[in-house]
C-alpha cells in the first residue's frame, strides 16, 4: 500500500514521526521474516519542498500533491499548523481527493481538524488532543466528539488524541492490517512499553 503522511509548515513532529516508525518498523518486521515489505511510506507536502515543523525541526517531503500517487492510507499530523491548512484550499482539495479511494483515514491530535474540514471526517466520531476540543467544536461539520479515548473509529476513519496517540493508533492499525502477532512483533521491535516518570493528574 502507499501510505502518505501530510507535512505541512507548523506540524507537530511526533504526531508523524511517530506513526512513522511504526510504519516503517511494520516493514522491518516483515523483512526478518524473509517476507517482501508491503508498504511504500512517504512524507508529502503542499509544494514538495520542506516544511519547518512546530518545532523547529526541517523536514523534506518526498512528494508533493501535484506528484502524489494515489493514496491506500493518509495520515495527517497536528500541531498549530493545521489552523491555517484547515482553510487552505489546496490542502482542503489534495485531502478529500486522496481520501475518497483511501482504505484508511487516519490522524493525530488535531489533524482531525483538517478531516473534518477537507470533510472526510464531516458528521463522524473524532477525537483530538484534550485541550483542543473547544476548538474541534465550532468547526462546521463536526459530529461526535470522542473524550478520554487514544484513538477513535468510525468505519474506515482513525483519529487519535495527542502526540504520543498517534503511536498507539499506528499500532493499532498495524495489527488490524496484518493480525495482532504483526502488531505485537512491531511494538516489540520498537519497544514501546511507556513508564511515564509521572502520574498525570487530569
Given at each position: 500500500m502507499n501510505i502518505g503522511i501530510v507535512v505541512f509548515d507548523g506540524a507537530e513532529e511526533l504526531d508523524f514521526v511517530g506513526p512513522w516508525e511504526v510504519l516503517t518498523s511494520s516493514n522491518e518486521v516483515f523483512a526478518w521474516r524473509?517476507?517482501?515489505?508491503?508498504?511504500?511510506?512517504?512524507?508529502v507536502s503542499e509544494d514538495g519542498q520542506t516544511a519547518r515543523c512546530a518545532k523547529g525541526m526541517r523536514v523534506a517531503a518526498d512528494h508533493s500533491f501535484a506528484s502524489c500517487p494515489d493514496l491506500?492510507?493518509?495520515l495527517i499530523p497536528g500541531g498549530q499548523g493545521t489552523r491555517r491548512e484547515m482553510k487552505n484550499p489546496a490542502m482542503l482539495d489534495f485531502v478529500?481527493?486522496?481520501?475518497?479511494?483511501?482504505?484508511w483515514v487516519t490522524s493525530v491530535c488535531?489533524?482531525?481538524?483538517?478531516?473534518?474540514?477537507?470533510?472526510?471526517?464531516?458528521?463522524?466520531?473524532?477525537?483530538?488532543?484534550?485541550?483542543?476540543?473547544?476548538?474541534?467544536?465550532?468547526?462546521?461539520?463536526?459530529?461526535?466528539?470522542?473524550?478520554g479515548e487514544r484513538y477513535v473509529r468510525d468505519g474506515n476513519l482513525v483519529?487519535?488524541?495527542g502526540v504520543s496517540a498517534g503511536i498507539d493508533m499506528a499500532l493499532w492499525l498495524t495489527g488490524e492490517r496484518f493480525g495482532a502477532a504483526?502488531?505485537?512483533?512491531?511494538?516489540?521491535?520498537?519497544?514501546y512499553e511507556p513508564e511515564p516518570p509521572f502520574a498525570v493528574v487530569w
Open positions: 524473509k517476507t517482501p515489505a508491503p508498504d511504500e511510506v512517504f512524507l491506500d492510507i493518509i478529500a481527493r486522496q481520501s475518497a479511494n483511501c482504505t488535531t489533524g482531525s481538524f483538517v478531516l473534518v474540514a477537507a470533510g472526510p471526517a464531516r458528521g463522524k466520531r473524532v477525537t483530538t488532543h484534550w485541550a483542543a476540543f473547544p476548538e474541534l467544536a465550532a468547526i462546521d461539520g463536526i459530529g461526535e466528539m470522542v473524550k483519529t487519535s488524541a504483526h502488531g505485537a512483533l512491531v511494538q516489540k521491535a520498537i519497544q
